[in-house]
């Protein structure tokens, strides 16, 4: 199981790559018609490819969480279900942002600053619910960092368009993640009070 997650980590970098590659060779190549658009000022348009590195280290992160909770000696399908569809999300995230990139004319990912971060470690021991909380906060930080980018944005040019997409399509959604986190954090807590491990294996059948 962790080997396979890996070689599907190193897959996704490696595909990420290969679409700045073949993007940045057909940019090279003269085109028959010469269509011009509004493009993005530098400072929007490194916030956004920061953005997108963030948002696939943040797949990563859940990919190992789910990893860990997949383990035999550890056995929480639920808590390994959340987070392999947590990772997923992270990823679409990604992708939709490279896409939009890619709408505005500019390159999917900066090349000399893309670098997917793998050093992230499950702590020893982690439960139900430091998981969760470790996920709350990394929640919070990728909230954090649209409202960079869209700041970013709002500055120099005024780029509304990118701007209204993130505040639209993702700040709306990290929003209602962090919540029902919150939800699940609240309710795990309450089962635990009595008999912790017991309380967690019913949370993770029932709530995950």
């Known amino acids: ?35 011009k658009w509004n493009g993005i000022d530098d400072q929007c348009l490194t916030a956004l490819h920061r953005q997108i590195n963030k948002e696939f280290d943040a797949s990563i992160v859940y990919l190992k969480y789910a990893a860990y909770f997949a383990q035999e000696k550890v056995n929480l399908p639920g808590f390994e279900k959340f987070f392999f569809h947590a990772a997923g999300e992270e990823r679409e995230h990604g992708i939709k942002l490279i896409e939009y990139a890619l709408m505005r004319g500019q390159g999917p990912v900066d090349k000399s600053s893309f670098n997917l971060d ?21 929640e919070e930080e990728v909230t954090h960092s ?33 919540r029902e986190l919150a939800e699940k954090i609240a309710t795990l807590s309450k089962m635990k009070k009595s008999a912790p491990k017991l309380g967690e294996f019913l949370f993770d059948k029932n709530h995950m």
């Open 1 to 35: 199981m962790m080997k396979s997650i890996f070689f599907g980590m190193v897959a996704m970098a490696v595909a990420i790559l290969s679409i700045y590659q073949e993007t940045a060779q057909a940019q090279e190549q003269p085109a028959a018609h010469d269509y």
């Open 118 to 138: 793998y050093t992230y470690q499950v702590p020893p021991g982690t439960d139900g619910e430091s998981a969760l909380r470790a996920a709350l906060k990394k």
């Open 146 to 178: 649209i409202r960079g980018v869209i700041k970013a944005c709002e500055e120099g040019s005024n780029d509304f368009h990118l701007a209204d997409y993130l505040t639209g399509e993702y700040l709306d959604e990290q929003h209602k993640g962090q």
